[in-house]
């Protein structure tokens, strides 16, 4: 999994703190995306960038706030998280937003919100 | 809309045995469809995908898929099963340009 790292891998936060989750590709893609996994739940689809220039924002409330400074790093900045917000986020990048481009995906960050 | 459909939320098999993990679609005009798995702790791992041309496709670890336009199906399979290959399944499709869709997934448990 060199293609697409994430870091930290886990995280435990309490509802008041600030914290930031890394993705950084090498693979030369110029898309790039924040899912949420949680358990018995379809993936969900955060946030989109294409270019660094966010293209989609699947109504995720205004406590997750992403960031993408170049086409190859990814942010996901959280502030004052609740604790149905405790899920595995997955960094996936792909060459093209649309077509038969698959999408790369991380390891993911666990998030666990106390 | 598209959409995808994973019948089964797991399937279970023998080792040794041939395994089918099915996926049925919903897409206005030319499907581009993927398979993805997922170990536990783990992220998505890309498998295969169907663009167009033959209709058998291979893909990594020994797995293949068989799109059928007609039932709108891009089943996965596998002739002979290992237990490593216990792990989640996602199904995914996009038609032309549009966003990609993926599927509840489908948890495949082999069986020494």
């Known amino acids: 999994e060199t293609g697409v790292t994430q870091t930290p891998r886990h995280l435990v936060m309490g509802m008041t703190n600030k914290k930031s989750l890394k993705c950084e590709q090498h693979l030369g893609h110029n898309a790039m995306y924040w899912y949420k996994q949680s358990a018995k739940k379809p993936l969900e689809l955060m946030f989109v960038y294409n270019f660094k220039e966010q293209t989609e924002n699947n109504s995720v409330p205004s406590r997750f706030s992403p960031e993408c400074p170049n086409s190859s790093h990814l942010f996901l900045h959280l502030h004052t998280l609740q604790p149905e917000d405790s899920a595995l986020y997955l960094c996936?990048?792909?060459?093209?937003?649309?077509?038969?481009?698959?999408?790369?995906f991380g390891p993911g960050t666990r998030l666990t919100v106390t | 809309a598209q959409s995808v459909a994973q019948p089964e939320d797991q399937v279970n098999v023998a080792e040794g045995n041939p395994l089918t993990v099915k996926c049925t679609y919903s897409?206005?005009?030319?499907?581009?469809l993927f398979w993805y798995v997922q170990y536990p702790n783990r992220g998505l791992q890309f498998l295969l995908k169907y663009i167009t041309g033959d209709n058998l496709v291979k893909g990594s670890y020994g797995f293949e898929a068989e799109f059928n336009k007609s039932q709108t199906s891009f089943h996965l399979k596998k002739p002979s099963a290992l237990v490593s290959d216990s792990a989640l399944y996602f199904c995914a499709v996009r038609g032309g340009f549009q966003k990609l869709v993926f599927g509840t997934g489908t948890r495949l448990l082999v069986s020494p």
């Open positions: 897409v206005s005009g030319n499907p581009y």
């Open positions: 996936a990048s792909s060459q093209g937003l649309a077509g038969p481009y698959e999408q790369y």
